[in-house]
């Protein structure tokens, strides 16, 4: 549940609020742009919020605040703001999005409806569309390694170590036995050639064998 300013809560109540959106762009290199849906210029927590930009919000709130790639922001290139040059220069990647409510008659009363981040941009005709994705997103990602028999090193990247120009035409199929027999390279092998495998659960002792606490 949002913290709604007490003099904005007013306003909305007595229905004296005149409302609009405002949205806040900051780069990784810190540079706050901002832009806004009001036939006017705003300035909205410090920022110049331009209002000849041709900003839009292209998904609903719900969609922007949790799942990636549902929420788009649409706009024109400026050379006073967003410019091609700088986007293709990939300035905006990973830039971070706020987007606020805002009595455009009394700036300084906002409300902070959603984040998210710049995920993807797309270039078309002199406008501009980013892809945003909300804080949830982060859970869909894959943090850290995988277990697992097989090498998950690329063949002939750095994890792998190998030169390709030393074995032609050679593929791997990352398994330990290949590595070690075609290579001789098992000092870099990145799997778990010894991890147990889904038959682990079914195997159990049996009498007349060598019951020492060792590999099976």
């Known amino acids: ?14 229905g004296a609020a005149c409302l609009c959106h405002a949205w806040i762009l900051t780069r990784p290199d810190g540079v706050r742009l901002g832009f ?17 930009s041709g900003w839009t919000a292209g998904a609903a709130e719900t969609a922007a605040g949790f799942a990636p790639g549902l ?8 050379d006073e ?6 986007l293709a220069a990939g300035l905006y990647d990973g830039a971070a999005v706020e987007c606020r409510l805002v009595d455009w008659s009394a700036p300084g009363l906002h409300l902070l409806l959603w984040r998210a981040g710049v995920a993807a941009v797309k270039t078309e ?3 501009f569309t980013l892809q945003l994705e909300g804080p949830l997103a982060a859970l869909d990602r894959v943090a850290g390694r995988t277990f697992g028999r097989s090498c998950d090193a690329a063949f002939g990247d ?6 390709l120009a030393d074995f032609p035409g050679a593929t791997c199929d990352k398994r330990w036995a290949t590595c070690r027999e075609a290579f ?5 092998f990145r799997g778990f050639p010894s ?7 079914t195997l159990y002792p049996s009498e007349g064998e060598r019951n020492d606490g060792g590999r099976r």
């Open 1 to 14: 549940m949002r913290a709604v300013p007490p003099e904005l809560a007013a306003r909305l109540e007595s």
């Open 36 to 52: 806004t849906d009001h036939d006017q210029d705003l300035a909205v927590d410090g920022v110049a919020c331009r209002a000849a």
């Open 71 to 78: 929420a788009t922001a649409v706009g024109g290139f400026d």
């Open 81 to 86: 703001g967003l410019s091609e040059s700088d």
């Open 125 to 127: 005709g002199g406008t």
């Open 158 to 163: 750095a994890r792998c170590g190998l030169d």
């Open 184 to 188: 001789g390279n098992c000092l870099n």
């Open 195 to 201: 991890a147990p495998g889904e038959d682990f659960l």
